[in-house]
């Protein structure tokens, strides 16, 4: 599945930058997020909780960033696994761009899922997808702008 998007955010680069590299923030935009650990260099460790459908999972994964150019994009790998629920992976090529008015932030996906999720149907997992991206991404916005108006 393929989600290519991007939206606008009220600050500056710099300041989305810091934001997508910090675990605290990322912790409290990543929807059903109970915990997150580690750094940009050292890639990190998260504990998801969601329900897909009628599936519902607990995932634990890793996530990493390569092709880092500083406060203008990289790429994020991550996988996790979520018992007999399946497995979600996926590549997120994100990038910064300023604008008037802010910072443009695009992002590519390429997610795959597989066990039991992947029996849910496409139709299913591409709008749970497409929900949590949006979700996401509504939650950075919110958080940074909100830093930035405090």
Known sequence: MEMHSSRVIAADRATIWAALNSAEVLKEC??????????????????VKQKVGPVKATFKGDVTLSNVVARESYTITGEGKGGVAGFAKGVANVRLEEVEGGTELFYDVDAKVGGKLAQLGSRLIDGFARKMADQFFENFQ?????????
């Open 142 to 150: 919110a958080n940074v702008e909100g830093d930035n108006a405090a």
């Open 30 to 47: 990543i929807p059903g997020c109970e915990e997150l650990t580690g750094s940009p260099e050292e890639g990190f460790s998260a504990i």
